[in-house]
């Protein structure tokens, strides 16, 4: 690709998902160096396997760096020899220290999953699904030392549909990115964009996942329970027990209209009748729709029954 004249840049970003953030810069700018995370083992196989942003990058003929930390003075120097306006970042997986933020004089920019101020932090997209938001999107930002509290450049709005998945909208808004990109960056570039500073006392934060984050609580609401199953598959999955065996709930929804409701029992009384599986909430009740017991398949409810049945009044609870 002709790159006279455009402007030099370096770009930061590891999987899947930026690379059609890298795309985009591509096309508006001369990225001079990519960094991402190091190769490392995955699969079966335990394979050593690059990024997807570091295979895209080779393929376009671009030099890939993989510091083991951000804050190698080594790496820094090589940052500040790329002669770059600006750096741009997605999901690269690394907080960028001070030093590397003041190198480039058009400033350091971020690709952010969310509206920002709401949900900063690491898990942007899974927290908007379980806090039951009906629209979430994708801002632009120019990066200071706090965590997503710089400037915005630019935001676009993306729907997220009742039935969607993290996984699902984790698609949209990839999808969304590189036009998006494309469209505000030359505008920034230009000196078209001015950014503005966020409305800080408006900022909710979005802190990173861990397993604990999907044990469900039966008490809470049937809309915040299902919003959790949702906001949590693929990763780490909504999980309760079942005589001491932890299950994952997959799929889950609300009732349809004039759907028989399960008698009424404690919250996390499991009634499954007919292959159907129903779970009585603090408020309302739940139809589970995919489970996944340990070391076995997902399966759809019928499937599960049909192989374990727990009985007709079971009581989903804790582990021990």
Not at 1 to 25: C, H, K, N, Q, R
Not at 109 to 118: C, V
Request: hydrophobic content about 40%.
């Amino acid at each position: 690709m002709p790159t006279d004249g455009l402007p030099p840049s370096v770009f930061f970003g590891s999987p899947g998902f930026a690379v059609p953030s890298l795309m985009a810069v591509m096309r508006v700018s001369d990225v001079r160096l990519v960094v991402t995370q190091p190769d490392r083992r995955a699969g079966r196989g335990r394979r050593l396997t690059s990024t997807p942003v570091k295979e895209t990058a080779l393929r376009a003929g671009i030099e890939v760096v993989e510091p083991r930390s951000p804050k190698d003075q080594t790496f820094v120097e090589r940052l500040e020899k790329a002669g770059a306006a600006f750096f741009f970042v997605t999901a690269y997986g690394n907080i960028l220290p001070a030093e590397v933020l003041r190198i480039p004089p058009m400033g350091s920019i971020n690709l952010h999953a969310s509206l920002l101020p709401r949900h900063r932090g690491a898990a942007p997209v899974q927290r908007a699904i379980i806090e039951g938001d009906r629209v979430t999107g994708l801002t632009l930002m120019r990066m200071d030392e706090g965590m997503d509290t710089g400037p915005v450049i630019a935001r676009t709005e993306v729907d997220i549909a009742d039935t969607d998945t993290a996984q699902d909208l984790f698609c949209k808004l990839e999808s969304a990115s590189g036009p998006f990109i494309e469209r505000e960056l030359v505008k920034y570039l230009r000196g078209e964009l001015e950014p503005v500073e966020q409305d800080h006392a408006a900022a909710t934060m979005a802190p990173r996942l861990s397993k604990q984050d999907g044990d469900i609580d039966w008490s809470r609401p049937a809309i915040e329970i299902a919003n959790l199953v949702r906001g949590l598959t693929p990763w780490p999955g909504a999980r309760s027990w079942i005589e001491g065996q932890p299950m994952c709930i997959r799929g889950a929804r609300l009732p349809l209209p004039g759907e028989e409701p399960p008698p009424e029992d404690a919250p996390g009384t499991l009634f499954s009748a007919d292959g159907s599986m129903r779970v009585r909430c603090g408020r309302g009740w739940l139809v589970i729709t995919r489970i996944q017991a340990p070391g076995r398949r997902e399966l759809d409810a019928a499937q599960f029954l049909r192989g374990c049945d727990p009985g007709p009044r079971c009581v989903f609870g804790k582990p021990g």
